[in-house]
């Protein structure tokens, strides 16, 4: 498997760590993780969690326009060590996105949705 396609598999696996985590702060907060009304529960948290559970949302949103980037540029056989690093920045970008998003650091967050937007965009300029 090529590295484009293994840090897919972690850009998906990063909404389910997000996930793990909300559910610490449900139990915290609100003293039980209610799976039946899971998502009505998310809007009851606030703080860390609220911005946990909004960190897990927007890690989804760019798991889907970073899984057609991957795919593109490796379906037109872009070239190989440049797919590598622009996917590489942006897991790397999504970690830290996370990380920022939980801490409340709006400003460094944004840049790091930045740098990850542009990561998958020019994956896609690659594939052209």
């Known amino acids: 498997m090529t590295t484009p396609l ?13 996930a793990g985590v ?8 609100l003293g039980t993780i209610d799976l039946n009304n ?11 969690g609220a911005r946990v559970y909004a960190a897990q949302q ?12 991957v795919l593109v540029a490796h ?23 996370a990380i920022a998003y939980v801490a409340d650091w709006a ?3 944004s840049m790091f949705f930045l740098g990850a937007f542009v990561s998958a965009i020019w994956l896609f300029v690659l594939a052209g």
């Open 22 to 29: 909300a559910g610490y702060f449900r139990a915290k907060q």
């Open 107 to 109: 400003i460094p967050r």
């Open 6 to 18: 293994w840090c897919l598999l972690i850009v998906l696996i990063i909404p389910y760590l997000l």
């Open 75 to 97: 379906a037109t056989g872009a070239e190989a060590q440049m797919s590598a690093n622009l996917a590489m920045a942006f897991v790397a970008f999504r970690i830290l996105h």
């Open 58 to 69: 927007n890690a989804w949103e760019a798991a889907a326009v970073f899984t057609a980037a």
């Open 38 to 48: 899971l998502r009505q529960q998310a809007t009851l948290l606030t703080g860390a």
